[in-house]
């Protein structure tokens, strides 16, 4: 049930968490034993439309706080993103999308904690309200990787008028 609109998995109920959950361990473990200095990294599992692609397919995201903070910028994503191919234009979106996600989050922890509601600090998957979907995750990785191939501008004038159709707001 995912879309451009909101890309990352859902978490609510059991089903949910324990996908969530299960895939960033499994993620984390991979990544504990790697040589890299370790810094705090969020991660966020999307699935990407099949309105947009040919296929679903489940991506995980690992991009640090402030590079994520740059993509809730929309005229920045605009300017500044280059891709690997023309197609991948739906991941800047997605990026974005998961930017405003993180805001929301971090907004409704930030009143839990000044409203003294210690109830919901206790993960408890059948009564909790709200699963975090973007979450953070120490790790060390490899941050000089080389680009592979040319980057590629993307012709937003072309993708505008669907991301309106689909409802999509992205400013």
């Known amino acids: ?61 690992l991009i640090l706080e402030d590079d994520l903070k740059r993509f809730a910028d929309w005229s920045w994503c605009v300017t500044s993103v280059r891709v690997e191919r023309p197609w991948h234009w739906f991941r800047i979106v997605a990026l974005h999308q998961i930017a405003k996600i993180r805001a929301r989050e971090q907004a409704a922890q930030h009143r839990e904690i000044a409203a003294g509601d210690n109830a919901k ?17 120490s790790a060390g990785l490899n941050t000089d990787d080389k680009v592979v191939g040319s980057s590629v501008k993307i012709d937003w004038a072309a993708h505008l008028p669907e991301l309106k159709k689909m409802g999509l707001s992205v400013v």
């Open 1 to 61: 049930k995912t879309s451009l609109t909101d890309p990352v998995l859902a978490t609510e109920g059991t089903g949910g968490y324990e996908l969530l959950n299960d895939t960033f361990s499994n993620i984390a473990g991979h990544l504990a034993l790697t040589p890299f200095p370790r810094q705090v990294w969020l991660f966020a599992m999307t699935c990407e439309d099949r309105q947009v692609v040919r296929k679903k397919c489940v991506r995980c995201f």
């Open 121 to 137: 600090a206790m993960p408890l998957v059948d009564k909790q309200v709200r699963h975090n979907r973007v979450k953070e995750l």
